[in-house]
């Protein structure tokens, strides 16, 4: 028969990761090929424009637009400030009486000036954009002006959904057992900047518990949508995330609701325990599908030559893990004992292929295989 795929998370405790860290517009890099970098450290750095604010001066010293050159005390290309005088007339007849001044409103440059409209383009300052590694790891490529590529060895974990953008934090164990729902009472002040790692689910008082304490990310494997709702003031749907200003990270290895964590998605959290994360949100379920990640930094032996594993889609095999997506089932783990090639008319009255598996929980079941997805061992 011919092979069969499916999506797949991948969670492996020793990976080659490649990472691009690239600038939203040409820059400056700081850093280059062979350099060891650390995540905080800024590899790229650039500016964004301003806000542009159109000023009309002529109008406001009462004179044509053609006369405005007369008045100005700045030219195109001047830095200036706010309360700044930047056009004035000389008054009646020279005198100084009834002398009109204009006055910038912000801080920031003339862009231009129209002799023909009497109007300035006058722009805020430019707002600084600086790209970090991110991770751990070493500079491979250099892109001139735009930015890195960054590999490096690490134990790994695709989560399913997540919330808000990068950070990085040593990982502290908060559940005991994948079962446990995370305890406001146990996010103490010395979960400041930390990964800390949560079981089944993460209620919504622990996530603004974390976020007041100053909790770097969260691990979980289940959150309450509803919690999320009230969080965020609007329901998610299938779009992009990980732009969210909550205050910390959210990571979800499994799904939505009460799901005890994968048994070796926790085993691999425990045995890094009090290693250094970077850790990200971003989720995007369509075309570019972006997983939050969770990059656990490895040491990497003098002279290893690293070579990143290009992605592909995940096979279904027998004997793979997979997850169950759908319901009933939704969330339980177990592997492949078969992949039938016949269709099997399912509960729908539709015509699906279908594999069988044993979950942990010892059930076994048929599943349609676009019920399931495939974790990457």
């Not at 406001?184 to 079981?199: H, L, M, N």
């Not at 930094?297 to 990143?308: F, I, T």
């Amino acid at each position: 028969m011919a092979q069969a795929y499916s999506a797949g998370l991948t969670v492996t405790e020793n990976i080659v990761l490649k990472k691009d860290r690239i600038l939203p517009l040409k820059g400056e890099v700081r850093v280059k090929k062979g350099d060891r970098v650390k995540a905080d450290d800024i590899v790229a750095h650039t500016s964004l424009p301003g806000k542009v604010l159109p000023y009309k001066i002529a109008n406001k010293l009462g004179c044509t637009p053609q006369m405005l050159g007369n008045y100005l005390t700045v030219k195109v290309g001047d830095k200036i400030h706010k309360d700044q005088v930047i056009a004035e007339t000389k008054g009646l007849f020279g005198t100084g009486l009834f002398k009109a001044t204009v006055k910038s409103p912000i801080d920031g440059e003339v862009e231009s000036i129209s002799s023909a409209t009497g109007n300035a383009v006058l722009r805020e300052p430019r707002i600084p954009v600086q790209i970090k590694a991110f991770v751990d790891g070493i500079v491979t490529e250099v892109i001139p002006n735009e930015g890195v590529v960054i590999e490096n060895r690490s134990a790994y974990i695709q989560g399913i959904f997540g919330l808000a953008g990068e950070t990085t934090g040593e990982i502290k164990m908060l559940a005991k057992t994948p079962n446990d729902h995370l305890d406001p009472a146990s996010i103490t002040p010395d979960c400041k900047g930390k990964v800390i790692v949560a079981g089944a689910l993460c209620p919504l008082e622990a996530i603004k518990k974390a976020a007041e304490i100053g909790v770097s990310a969260i691990i979980s494997g289940g959150v309450d949508d509803q919690d999320l709702k009230k969080l965020l003031g609007y329901d998610i749907g299938v779009a992009i995330t990980g732009h969210e200003k909550i205050g910390v990270t959210l990571v979800v290895t499994e799904g939505f609701g009460p799901i005890t964590m994968a048994k070796n998605t926790f085993e691999l959290l425990k045995k890094f325990e009090g290693h250094k994360a970077s850790v990200h949100g971003f989720t995007q379920i369509r075309a570019g599908v972006m997983r939050p990640e969770v990059i656990i930094p490895l040491p990497l032996v003098e002279g290893e030559e690293l070579v990143a594993k290009e992605a592909e889609m995940a096979s279904l095999e027998i004997g793979s893990l997979i997850r169950v997506i759908r319901q009933p089932n939704f969330g339980e783990i177990g592997r492949i004992t078969e992949l039938p090639e016949l269709l099997t008319k399912v509960e729908s009255e539709t015509l699906v292929r279908v594999l069988k598996a044993k979950l942990n929980t010892g059930e076994e079941v048929l599943i349609p295989r676009a019920n399931v997805e495939v974790i990457e061992e």
